[in-house]
């Protein structure tokens, strides 16, 4: 698979998806607080064991929140090359595929595994004409050029927060013309 962010057909044999348990506490832990390392960094008042109490309990009011909300989402640990490497959550409704989260720790960014996976629900949206929808910060302006030159356009303005919504019938005409 070839697209405008490069050649993905080799990661399918690298990339896997499993459960979340209750063993992955610690390595879901250590994938959320790579996501917030530089407020980390700057609250320098805070000891180590302070920083990872905050980080244990935002984690768990962001699930407990996502539970709440989306109580059949897919929660998943995303494997490269057998080591963990992230993690995605996915709520899967009648009206859309929502994309909760995907985080992919440092050393693992940059091989195009987050394309990858996006490119997979990509293909199940427009399998089932179903809308692929995801929240990302406001300020978080590579995040939404990387959304974009996947086909998502802006749904809503959330105060900090813009839902991103990429619709498959926008998409068949142009995937039509490349036969």
Request: glycine content about 6%; overall charge negative.
């Amino acid at each position: 698979m070839t697209d405008k962010l490069g050649d993905l057909s080799t990661m399918g044999a690298r990339v896997r998806l499993r459960p979340v348990t209750p063993e992955d506490e610690e390595t879901l832990l250590k994938i959320y607080a790579s996501t917030r390392e530089e407020e980390m960094r700057l609250a320098t008042g805070w000891t180590d064991e302070q920083k990872e109490m905050f980080l244990r309990w935002q984690l768990q009011m962001q699930r407990s929140d996502y539970e709440g909300r989306f109580p059949q989402a897919d929660y998943q640990l995303i494997l490269f090359d057998g080591e963990p490497a992230g993690r995605l959550w996915v709520a899967r409704t009648a009206e859309q595929i929502r994309l909760l989260d995907i985080a992919i720790l440092p050393e693992f960014q940059n091989r195009k595994i987050g394309t990858y996976l996006l490119r997979k629900l990509i293909e199940e949206s427009e399998a089932t004409a179903t809308p692929l929808r995801h929240m990302i910060y406001k300020l978080n302006t590579e995040a939404r050029r990387f959304y974009e030159r996947l086909g998502f356009r802006l749904k809503e303005d959330e105060h900090m927060y813009l839902l991103m919504e990429r619709h498959p019938e926008e998409h068949a005409t142009s995937r039509n013309a490349d036969g």
